[in-house]
């Protein structure tokens, strides 16, 4: 299996920075990409950013410009640098990794326990 430790998150003022970490171990073969998705309250979980082991990275267009995704694939982790952060990027931030495990061919996602953003003046 792989686990997930996050690290990060906060509360913040509108315009301020946090920067957001997740260091995968466990039986990895290989990660196949790593990323982050939020849940506000009420609503359905998305995709804030991923990075692929292609190095192809996607982002959700109202964090486009703000937020940076970096990997570091010597050590398995992954970091959300977010800036200009606005009320509406409240949520609870979940790390996910897609990665295949113990076997090559054993493949799923995983995903971190979540750790709170909270933006408010």
Do not use: H
Request: glycine share 10%; proline share 1%.
């Amino acid at each position: 299996q792989v686990q997930l430790v996050e690290s990060g998150g906060g509360s913040v003022q509108p315009g301020e920075s946090l920067t957001l970490s997740c260091a995968a171990s466990g039986s990895i073969e290989k990660i196949w990409a790593m990323g982050w998705y939020r849940q506000a309250s009420g609503k359905q979980r998305e995709l804030v950013a991923v990075v692929r082991d292609t190095g192809n990275e996607n982002y959700l267009d109202s964090v486009k410009g703000r937020f940076t995704i970096s990997r570091d694939s010597a050590k398995n982790t992954v970091t959300l640098q977010m800036d200009g952060l606005m009320s509406e990027d409240t949520a609870v931030y979940f790390c996910y990794v897609d990665a295949s495990y113990e076997f090559y061919w054993r493949r799923r996602d995983f995903w971190g326990q979540g750790t709170q953003v909270a933006v408010a003046s």
